[in-house]
């Protein structure tokens, strides 16, 4: 009778444990809130940098039927990987048209050394994987690797070579 209790209380704290992993809520990130076209929690923009941005971005929206570009420096991916982070980051802001996912977020994790082009399904066709590979590289990486590093120009270089590509 002992070792059956013992089991039962073995099998109950099992299931407690697992009930309380899994009923974390996926949604419990800590994203900055959507202020803007351009969400600097990171503090690597200069004001004219972001209104430049800001500006270009609404340019785009306005001559590409809605296609929407953000970008965003964050002071920590809490722990997850830039790709997964810059996804949900997308999906909780609602970046890009509902019905074409045409969205791109340039998001950047400075404490992390991390750069990520996040696009929607929908932006493939004006911005693949390779183009925003060659961006990161070309454009925005070697403003980084400057002693010391050019945060603002490699985030405005990468804006516009992200915007072009949209445009």
């Given at each position: 009778?002992a ?15 697992l009930?309380?992993?899994f ?26 940098q ?9 340019a ?7 296609r ?8 920590s ?22 019905e ?7 998001l ?16 493939g ?6 183009m ?7 454009k ?15 985030i ?12």
């Amino acid at each position: 009778m002992a070792i059956q209790r013992r089991l039962l209380d073995c099998f109950a704290a099992l299931a407690m444990t697992l009930l309380l992993v899994f009923a974390t809520p996926a949604s419990a990130q800590n994203f900055p809130k959507l202020t803007g076209r351009v969400v600097d929690q990171a503090h690597l923009l200069r004001p004219e940098q972001v209104l430049d941005i800001e500006s270009k971005s609404q340019a785009l929206q306005a001559q590409s039927d809605g296609r929407q570009f953000v970008v965003a420096t964050v002071n920590s991916l809490e722990g997850q990987p830039i790709e997964d982070y810059a996804y949900k980051l997308g999906r909780a802001w609602g970046i890009g048209n509902k019905e074409r996912d045409n969205g791109v977020i340039l998001l950047v994790a400075p404490n992390e050394r991390k750069v990520w082009i996040a696009t929607g399904y929908g932006a493939g066709s004006f911005l693949t994987d390779a183009m925003s590979g060659i961006i990161i590289r070309e454009k925005i990486l070697p403003e980084f690797k400057k002693n010391p590093p050019d945060y603002g120009a490699g985030i405005e270089a990468g804006a516009d070579a992200i915007i072009q590509q949209m445009s």
